[in-house]
């Protein structure tokens, strides 16, 4: 069975994310690539009608000019993730999709982003109405040249600095009126992204902290637009290990004293955390899950720091101080070392399929059972990674039976 | 509401884990100490009409001739773990609890463990009936003493060495029949003491790897006596983080290549496990969670090595080696440093606690739903912490209302 | 053989550095504490001429009200560094340690520490000169109270914010032209300590990164009162593994890339290094060893992190990311849980034994022999620790002969 | 200046080690490898007359039959240690090495490594006088193709059992009489190349732990043949930080309570040593630097267990239990991920090119100041990283300054 071909665009699509996504889906369709590290190749996932994976087509915004070709090489070179034979294979491949990539947009992704711009030709200066036309325009060729039946659209650019509260994000109509007065709105990037791409009636997938779809206002445009959306900041490495250890120590009663972490990465994006403003907007969604999860607010930490050296290596330090009974204290501290791209890769797939799944399905607004992706998972409390993990299971397991309704109430249950 | 008082009765008494049940139920009882390390003082809990904390009076078994005050002030010395106010606060009940320790049975737990009895008065030489009517003897000695409703038997004995198998362990009618032939019928010393106890129908806990109560015989003797029973091998430190992470790799699709854990350890346990005898029935147990998760078999290896200056002060490091997308490898490790006595010390609580309350509601055979307080869990397959713990919780919330039947219908979803 | 009694006199005496120093030297003194952990026992120092343990007399200035046994009791409580017995036998002399405690400086300490500062009595306004005639008063009180022979000043208290360079630090005459204006002169407490102390000819030793004696100024005071100094900034932890590891990188010719530290640590010291402005002073002490050893900057960064739970036990991680052969990158990482007062108060009494020392053998100006205590060793640009050991050692061996100009020479050899 | 060209015969030739030597020492020839890693780069040696790089030959004995750029291809594989563009240059120099690579010696090696030879031409009976002369020959055609001034023999095969004492080790004539008897000698492989290298007198560097020269007779033979030797077991990672940090304990005079080490690796070495019997050589080499430099014996232990997956990335956690000040204990871990064979390699250079240079100076015997390259090192009792290193400086210095008698005495100092 096959639901078409379907396009996946990425914004940002020639970082390090979304290069190892374009080999990797290379890779996969030739058949030299295996699905470790994809959530959907897992057999719960095999009857849910699923796109297959070489129906999916690359496209993407993108800032800086360069191509996949030459991104692969120098993720290669820097972080050895490649082999030769695999980059040889794909090379073909790499090179029709870097002729999918269009200019982006540079301005309201924070100054740090906006100095990687090179791209001469990205008009600079225009009202967001003609960004968002321009934006759909892209969109539609895309998927006239490639005869899509769907496209799904996922942000896997920089974070962008922390946005400041606006009225008019908090209601469609506001946010419509600001507009049309061609008011920049207030909205980042992201957010521009978001509307052009929900308003168009594609789904749209946020694997950044960015602000992207999460406001009141562009939650009423996928509710009106009947257009799936999920977020935010995918939950690849340190942040993942934390929703996993914290339920244990619910779970046993111990009582968490402290939760220091530390992150240091030297790919793009740290380099972009190096900016305080876009640092903050990081900490506050990694920050989040422990007193999440535990009920109570033990003191937490968590830091990102730039280490060039490690390139896209992310090294974690956590140290877990809690009490035990009669008071005494203990510890653990565990050191992650993984490579981000390759972590982040097969999920943005595996959301993409998701996103595709359920526009097919016909729901609407948050896709809350995709919670276990991501790190400030949109419209859920939850942040147990294996509750959440059973939402996404349950939804499969629905779905794979072709039921309809029950769909809905996984999503009210994975409200809570 | 009150169920009356009910015995705790340690084989083991005076190790470590029994010492800090003794502290830490008297702490408790005298308001000078939280429940914090209790699953049961969990809320889930609350409804479920468990045995309040302060009427569990302590007996045991033990093989060296001290006493809680003692052996308490030893562990405070080394170990550090109990505070001055505490230990004088706790002093008076401490003698009061030994004065209810009895000599146990040196035979059939090894030599190693052989060799630290001192108890001058322990008859030594005696047939298997007889060794049984002692132990019944003493129950029903401490039962009247102490007007006691219930006596649930917990084993917190070192670790004996692996049995061999023998004939009369498969059956219950084989087993009673060399028993009455006077044969020692290859019956380890745990084992005896489970016979001793099912037989009286009082519910039996082994929370060591020693064989116990886990043979066809002695699970056919707690059905015919309607007696609660369950092991093996309390989950508490490395395993238990095993036992959590190993399932996120799965969720993830991320393929375990190797999971080398070390373990250092300077208590008693240690140096029973200095013997390679002793120390195989340890490692069996500790080694299967991760396949067990898992569904497939990496490279596994765990380790204990004795490390006396740690004294009760575990130390592990497990370091893992995994795969991820494109077949790019990372690996994660985690040193935990926790104090052994003090976190099986609460689970040893709990388990009473539950075997009580399943004895009451008229349970028998293997109880199932306490799968997530074992490294072996008898009778269940399932080595997923969260998935035994949610099993647990839905055990309580049956248990919190009344019901009954469900109950079962738990146990036996627990099994698969 | 005897060199009289002598005082040991702390600046920020009930800190817990100061109150181990008090509880260790009774310890010693009584024969109930053992040397492990004191330099000046290793066989090295034994024809020396140290002043003998039995002979150190404590005083000292403090902020806060309280006294020994209350601050050694709340170190026991909170750390577990003390054994019941052993604050038993030394309560008598904590006791009478205290009432040699006086009021010292809040001002110029920075506004952090100032806010602790709660003992009434204290004179907060009046000109240096008085202020200097104050501490001077205290000491020859203190000294004829207990027939001192010599005195020795340590400052182990909180550290203080950097200091702004001010003109009258450079040169002894412009600084008693700004005293005798009755100006501040820029003069923060660490330094109106120093120069009290080593105007009425006792040694001074910086224990802290404040800045203490470490200006021209007081360097040359030093040497016109024929008195020793030095510091800064003890090395106990953290920094001087850096300073044991980075050698050995150096010595194999392999590429250190990026060094990052993260203390942290939960005592009043982590608490006032909270402050921006005192931790600014630290991580400039932490951060010179690296380039200072390699003889090249690779990247370094240093945190400190105020975790209360861990109180005074220092949790570092460091990670040293490397390369070696063919461009091939490799890592080291380690973890030191070291308690700080424990570590830094032997320290303390071996920096006193041997200024004392020094100031008997006719010594002045900067004791560069003591570099391998400190993180930033006045007047001595070697960070390699080995090599300011043998620089220790060849004095030891050196004033053990009895001979008196080589000691120059070591000293001069020391510059390098 | 130069020395004329000079062979460097590696037995073993194909491993890990002798493969990055051969992509190294072309790398280093062809100017696009640096020399990051190799001691003999530093300053120190620059004015020692150590032979050009670029003049240096490979050659070797070798069990498997296989190639240099086949064995680099499968290295640079699975462990990811050279680059595509540096492989590509080197083909041609590889393909010549691997003329020069002539079959060894299986027997004698022990069963495990006999296991692995699968070269078919190679003689697998003969006595060991032919064996000797075998060797030799091979020797003689090596220099004579490539027009040799010297040649340098270095085992880095891999780890024999340990021997068993005989008396025909003890003096050379007895060893002399059981080879003229015919008599196998009990001599491992590792004394027989040996015994062949020095009667040729060809200096003999033994990188393994193998019994090699290290036995009276052989080095009596080097004595009489004038002939330097070195040895024993390369020290790279684990042990050499164990050297590093051990002097630490020692000079803070902190009490080192246990030090237990745990090596994981995954390459031939690895498996090799997954045999009891080459373990144990391991082990005991391994297992002595600790007291050797502490001058006390604390509880140690060190393991190495055989994780696959890991291949060449030798990963290895120690934890290091320690007291301080008034008992406290405390501790330090760490973990090290280096690849061995990238460690290893630079230094077989270095010890070539110093074992060459001993040759020309006239120096025979032990080659004590080498000692900081061993983990056992022939001669020399001090383990103590730094002042081995000193001893090798000393030695540069004086080389480099053309001096020849001082040489002797630093020989000597060094034995202490």
Redesign the interface.
Known sequence: MTNGRAGLWLIGAYGGVGT?VA??LS?LARGI???????T??PAFERCGLANLADLVIGGHELRQTSYVEAADILC?KA?????D?LKACRDDLANASAAIRPGLAIGAGKCIEEMADWPGMTRRESCRATIARLQKDWSDFRAAHDLAQIVVINVASTEPLCPPAPCHDSLAALENALDRGDRAGLPASSLYAYAAIDAGYPYVNFTPSQGASTPALEQLAIERSCPIAGQDGKTGET??KS??A??FL?????V??W?G?N?IGNRDGLVLRNPANKSAKLASKDQVIAGVLGYQP?T?V?I?Y????DDWK?A?D?I?F?????????????????DS??A??LVIDLARLALLAQRRGERGVMRHLA?FFKSPLGVEEHD??KQ?EALLEYASISGNGAGDEVTEVLNNARA
Do not use: D, Y
């Open positions: 190892t080999v990797g890779g690539a295996g699905s470790t590290g994809l959530v190749a897992l070179l050895g993730i490649f082999s030769a695999l993942l290990i996993v250890l339920p244990m779970a046993r009663n111990l009582q004293l402290s220091f530390q240091l003191q930490q830091g720091e280490v060039p050296s490690l090294t330090w140290f101080h009490q035990g009974f009669l008071g005494v204290k203990m510890s653990m501290q565990f050191t992650w070392q993984g490579c390759v972590l890769a097969p276990c990674f294996f993990f």
